[in-house]
């Protein structure tokens, strides 16, 4: 199974953990979605729900909102399963709190301890915290499944 994170938006970015690997790719990359198409059957992504938010400017947010929507028809043209999860709950998940200017900081610190492999290549910049917040998506994405793939096993297995 892969499970994949998608931070929308321009500066954004995509992440694909597998049972061995981690991958981070940013939005602007062309090879973005191709790298989903081979393995599109075996995946579940889930994708940050974003909204606009005051006193952004018009373009901004038009920007933003296409970028938003470019991924998720995408995921529909591949046939990718998504859920939407709002920030507040995947950040409540490894501890970041919701401070104004904080959870940057925290995503990125916390993305360096859990995937130290990606630490020097993929997160080594302050601006690299999109990629931060694509890979503790796709972890919180991992993390929800497997929890719902050992309930379906337990339901199930009265069939037996």
Known sequence: MYYVGIDPGNTGAMAVLTPHTARVIDFTDPSFFDKLKNSAEYAHCMVEK??????????????FGTAYG?????????????TLVTPQKWQKVFGISGRKGCTKKQSLERARALFPGLAASHLARKKDHNRADALLIAEYCRREMSQ????EEIDLSFMS
């Open 50 to 63: 974003v909204h606009a938010m005051p006193k952004q400017g018009v373009t901004s947010v038009f920007t």
């Open 70 to 82: 470019k991924a998720l028809g995408m995921l529909i043209v591949l046939k990718v399963p998504y």
């Open 148 to 151: 719902f793939e050992q309930k």
